[in-house]
């Protein structure tokens, strides 16, 4: 659990980072501008490499069957998903890096 919740607290980190939001702002406003599978593309390669400076000092890959182990672990665990922490920073980076351009591009 505390290694879970000490990866949580780094992505929370490299998701707030200004550059970060900055650049996933402008990949969300030109995906909304104008919808293609290639803009979707690099905002996906912008999340994973940014996830990727995190994910192997938690023993992850740097890739996205890493992020699919990781995320495979958090559903598979009790523990973890009984953890009011871990419900609330996982609720918080979904929405560092969708929930508020998502709905700030469809109004």
Same mark, same amino acid.
């Given at each position: 659990? &505390?290694?879970?919740?000490?990866?949580?607290? $780094?992505?929370? $980190?490299?998701? &707030?980072?200004? #550059?970060?939001?900055?650049?996933?702002?402008?990949?969300?406003? !030109?995906?909304?501008?104008?919808?293609?599978?290639?803009?979707?593309?690099?905002?996906? $390669?912008?999340?994973? #490499?940014?996830?990727?400076?995190?994910?192997?000092?938690?023993?992850?890959?740097?890739?996205?069957?890493?992020?699919?182990?990781? +995320?495979?672990? +958090?559903?598979? #665990?009790?523990?973890?998903?009984?953890?009011?922490? =871990?419900?609330?920073?996982?609720?918080?980076?979904?929405?560092? =890096?969708?929930?508020?351009? $998502?709905?700030?591009? !469809?109004?």
């Amino acid at each position: 659990l &505390a290694r879970v919740l000490a990866l949580q607290v $780094e992505l929370l $980190e490299v998701f &707030a980072r200004p #550059s970060f939001q900055r650049r996933l702002s402008d990949l969300y406003e !030109a995906e909304h501008r104008q919808p293609t599978s290639s803009q979707q593309d690099v905002r996906l $390669e912008l999340l994973l #490499s940014t996830q990727g400076s995190v994910l192997p000092r938690y023993g992850f890959e740097a890739s996205w069957h890493g992020v699919q182990q990781l +995320m495979g672990l +958090m559903d598979s #665990s009790p523990a973890l998903k009984a953890s009011a922490d =871990v419900l609330r920073n996982g609720l918080i980076i979904d929405w560092l =890096v969708r929930g508020k351009f $998502e709905k700030a591009t !469809a109004a």
